[in-house]
């Protein structure tokens, strides 16, 4: 496999330069208005997997199309399903940015984009490494499938359907997945965990119109103060959400994996300053990492209602809104959350407030088997690309397909991030190490042999 990698290093530039094509599209899956260049970026990965030697095809959805491409000549050998997402985040704030969003710029030993790292630069290292094992090599030593969707950042609400609908075609023995982070640079990991996620939003109404609030205030109640009450309900002084029932099905963190998390290098302090923050919150009794992967949080996304454009203005508002999202821990299940959410607001609604409550999307939570031949196969392949063996961690973030390619294809999924927590995916001047990049492609190339030798 030599002439693999030789060929990845030597067409590091051209890599680069490929990515910097995909990161020009602005493939924003929220915002509707993008929806001309979501097809523009499913096409070009098509056409990059047909170019690598695969036979490719765009699939559409109800929503936005799946690209999905084989190679499966490796007879007798295992089936790797590679899951990825062409979608990106909104870019806002803009004027934030130093450079454009979707003017993809190399500095600093990185390339700074929307979607450098979640998710365009992380899913190409596995195109790359597929096509120079083609190019090269002229076969891969084992079979691949890959499923690059375009509504990841939205909830993934028509994937479910489609892993349902094409379980045959699908079949597989693991699904690989780079979507997440390393544990810091130079400490490359495996994700064996993931949190699950519930979103909704809850709109109350007061009066049926804005009203003077000299005239009318102190007589009626005020939505967007109902709100706040509300809001301020969801937890107590030492940081529990309130939901009846919500813990019912936490599982507890083992001794074990306690003493696990803490043997890693975590600075507090260091954690602050570059939050810009002089201290820590949180549920009590718990580290910052045990409350950032192995427990649940409620948070509020955005709240809104009443005037809020420049200067004062007087009035009891009618509307109020709060977009609200909660991440889950195995074995917490959304569906179920959500309605003890919803049934918590009801119960606490003040007189003279209606309720609007609708759900956007679920994802269940995820822990992989640390003992499979997969996993063994995946370590080896990770200190091969990167120097250094991978440290095994969980997180916070979620991936809701995780959890469906268990139930669904009966497939454990290989979290394989090649990103930082620093990239900042999500934020303004998000960006992907080239290093990275680089190194994830050839870790991509050997654990495909891995995995046949496995
Ligand atoms: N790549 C992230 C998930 C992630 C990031 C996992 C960092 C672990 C570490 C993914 O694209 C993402 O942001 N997912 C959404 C899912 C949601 C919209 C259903 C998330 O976690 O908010
Ligand atoms: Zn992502």
């Not at 890599?15 to 970026?41: K, N």
């Not at 489609?162 to 597989?172: G, M």
């Not at 007087?314 to 959500?338: E, F, G, M, N, Y």
């Amino acid at each position: 496999m030599q002439d693999v990698l030789d060929f990845l290093n030597a067409n590091r530039d051209q890599a680069v330069e490929q990515l910097a094509q995909l990161l020009r599209i602005p493939s924003v899956s929220a915002d509707s208005a993008f929806l001309p260049h979501m097809t523009a970026a499913a096409e070009f990965v098509h056409n990059a997997l047909c170019e690598a030697g695969l036979d490719a095809e765009i699939i559409p959805t109800a929503g936005h199309s799946i690209v999905y491409g084989e190679w499966t000549k490796a007879e007798g050998e295992p089936t790797a399903l590679i899951y990825g997402h062409y979608d990106v985040q909104p870019p806002d704030p803009l004027d934030l940015w130093t450079t454009p969003a979707f003017e993809p710029d190399v500095r600093d030993g990185c390339i700074w984009a929307r979607g450098a790292t979640d998710d365009k630069g992380q899913l190409w290292t596995h195109v790359l490494s597929v096509a120079a094992w083609l190019k090269a090599h002229g076969s891969l030593p084992v079979n691949v499938k890959f499923v690059i969707e375009g509504e990841e950042e939205v909830g993934s609400n028509n994937l479910d359907h489609f892993l349902e609908s094409n379980k045959e075609k699908l079949k597989c023995d693991v699904a690989v997945v780079s979507d997440t982070s390393q544990y810091a640079p130079g400490m490359p990991a495996i994700t064996y965990g993931l949190r699950g996620i519930l979103a909704c939003e809850v709109t109350l109404t007061g009066p049926n119109r804005d009203l003077h609030s000299g005239v009318f205030g102190g007589s009626v109640i005020n939505p967007v103060n109902a709100l706040c009450g509300l809001i301020g309900k969801l937890h107590d002084e030492s940081g529990r959400i309130q939901v009846p029932g919500f813990y019912d099905d936490v599982k507890p963190l083992t001794d074990g994996e306690r003493a696990e998390f803490a043997s890693l290098p975590h600075d507090e302090a260091a954690y602050l300053a570059d939050l810009g923050m002089s201290s820590v919150w949180g549920e009590h009794g718990f580290t910052t990492l045990e409350r950032r992967w192995a427990r649940p949080t409620c948070d509020v996304n955005g709240i809104f209602g009443g005037y809020t454009g420049e200067g004062p203005k007087t009035i009891v508002p009618s509307k109020a809104t709060a977009k609200i999202t909660c991440r889950l821990v195995p074995d917490q299940d959304p569906h179920a959350l959500t309605e003890a959410l919803r049934k918590f607001f009801e119960q606490n609604l003040p007189p003279g407030i209606s309720m609007k409550f609708t759900t956007a999307h679920g994802g269940k939570p995820s822990i992989a088997d640390l003992e499979s031949p997969y996993m063994a196969a995946a370590k080896s392949a990770i200190e091969k690309g990167f120097g250094t063996a991978p440290v095994m961690i969980r997180e916070g973030g979620s991936i809701p397909v995780v959890a469906s390619f268990d139930q669904i294809l009966g497939v454990d999924t290989l979290l394989l991030g090649w990103g930082q927590n620093s990239d900042n995916l999500h934020s303004p001047n998000e960006h992907f190490s080239i290093e990275d990049f680089h190194k994830g492609a050839l870790a991509s190339a050997c654990l495909w042999s891995e995995l046949a030798a496995g």
